[in-house]
C-alpha cells in the first residue's frame, strides 16, 4: 500500500517538474527496467494493489499497453474483464423485494392445471382464492403445468362421463355334467357396473335375445348404446329390437374382443368367482346360481371401478356384531352388522 501511495506521490509531483527533467527520469527508470529484466526472475510477483493500478490506469488510458515491460498486454486485458464480471456480479446479487412462493403453492397450481388442462390462469387464480391462497394472477401463469397437447379432455373423461348411456351384452359357454352346452347372456351397464341380465338357453336364437333384452331394460331406462360382439346370434329380430327401445347398436371389430372389455371381464369373474366351483347340473341348475352370483355381485360385491362400492350401493354399518351371510351357495362369505 505505502508503494502506491508513493507512486500516486510522484505522479502529482510530476505535473511542476520541468519537462527535460521527465524526460531523463523517464529515460533512468527504463534503463533500470532493462537491467532488472536481465536478473530479476520472469514471473514477477504481484498484489492485487498491483493488479488494480495496471487495471485503472489501463482504463483511463489503453494506450499504456505500449508501455508495459514487466508484462504482456493480454495479462492486464484479461483482468481488467475479471474485474468487470465481479463488478456486475456484484450489481446483480439478490436484492430484497418480493417474496418467494412456497413450494406447496407451486405444487397446487401445477396439480391444479393438470388436473384441468381446460382451465387458465384466471380460473386457477379464481380456485386459489376460494382455496384461501393468496397469490398474484402473474405467479399463477408462471408456475402453471405447460401442455404439451392441445387443452382437451381424456378417454377415460369421455368415457366415464357417457357410461350412464352405455350397456354391452354378451354370449358365454358352459359345459354341464352331461357334456351339454348351455349359453349365458349377460348384459351390464357400465356407469355402475350393475349386472342387469342374466339368463341361460342351450339355443341362443335371435328371437330369444330380443326377449332377454327387452326383460333387461324397461322402456324408459334402456341405455343409448349397446356394446356387442358380432355373434350371428344377434340377428335380424334382435337388432329390430333395439330399434325399437331406441338403442344404438355398436357391434365390435372382426376378432377384437377388448373392444368389449367390460362385458368379458364379467364373464371372467362369474367363471373365476362362480362357475369353476360348482358342476352344472341343467339349465335349470345354471340359471339358479347364477341368479344366486347375480345378487351376490350387485349387492354386495365391492369394485375398485365405483370407489370400492357394490352396483347397487351398500350402507356403512360401525355399530353391531359382526356376523358371515354365505352366499352364491357358501362359495363366498358376505360379512354384515347385527344389531
Not at 505522479?11 to 527533467?21: D, E, G, I, K, T
Not at 382437451?152 to 355334467?177: K, Y
Request: hydrophobic fraction near 45%.
Amino acid at each position: 500500500m505505502d508503494a502506491i501511495v508513493s507512486l500516486l506521490w510522484a505522479a502529482v509531483r510530476s505535473f511542476f517538474l520541468p519537462r527535460s527533467r521527465l524526460q531523463l527520469e523517464i529515460v533512468l527508470l527504463r534503463h533500470q527496467l532493462t537491467v532488472l529484466r536481465r536478473t530479476a526472475p520472469r514471473q514477477p510477483r504481484l498484489t492485487n494493489g498491483d493488479r488494480l493500478l495496471f487495471v485503472s490506469l489501463f482504463r483511463l488510458w489503453p494506450d499504456v499497453l505500449r508501455s508495459l515491460v514487466i508484462l504482456r498486454p493480454r495479462t492486464v486485458v484479461r483482468w481488467h474483464r475479471q474485474g468487470w464480471r465481479a463488478y456486475w456480479r456484484w450489481r446483480s446479487r439478490a436484492q430484497p423485494g418480493r417474496p418467494r412462493t412456497p413450494a406447496d403453492v407451486r405444487a397446487l397450481i401445477g396439480e391444479i392445471s393438470a388436473a384441468n388442462p381446460l382451465w387458465g390462469a384466471p380460473r386457477i387464480h379464481g380456485e386459489l382464492l376460494k382455496l384461501g391462497v393468496v397469490v398474484a394472477q402473474s405467479t399463477v401463469s408462471k408456475y402453471m403445468t405447460r401442455q404439451r397437447r392441445p387443452p382437451g379432455q381424456r378417454w377415460s373423461t369421455f368415457l366415464r362421463n357417457h357410461a350412464e348411456g352405455i350397456a354391452c351384452a354378451d354370449l358365454f359357454v358352459v359345459p354341464t355334467i352331461t357334456f351339454k352346452l348351455l349359453f349365458g347372456f349377460v348384459v351390464l351397464r357400465h356407469a355402475r357396473r350393475e349386472l342387469a341380465w342374466i339368463g341361460v338357453t342351450a339355443h341362443p336364437t335371435a328371437e330369444w335375445l330380443a326377449r332377454q333384452l327387452s326383460e333387461a331394460f324397461p322402456w324408459d331406462l334402456a341405455p343409448r348404446y349397446l356394446v356387442r360382439d358380432r355373434d350371428r346370434s344377434y340377428g335380424a329380430p334382435f337388432r329390430r329390437r333395439l330399434r325399437s327401445m331406441g338403442i344404438r347398436d355398436r357391434p365390435t371389430a372382426p376378432y377384437s374382443p377388448w373392444q368389449n372389455g367390460h362385458a368379458e371381464r364379467l364373464i371372467g369373474s362369474i367363471r373365476r368367482e362362480c362357475l369353476d366351483h360348482f358342476i352344472v347340473l341343467n339349465a335349470a341348475h345354471l340359471r339358479r346360481v347364477l341368479r344366486g352370483y347375480a345378487e351376490y355381485y350387485n349387492c354386495w360385491r365391492t369394485h375398485l371401478s365405483v370407489a370400492k362400492d357394490a352396483p347397487f350401493g351398500r350402507r356403512v354399518h360401525s355399530a353391531g356384531t359382526i356376523a358371515r351371510l354365505p352366499m352364491v351357495g357358501g362359495v363366498h362369505q358376505a360379512f354384515v352388522r347385527i344389531q
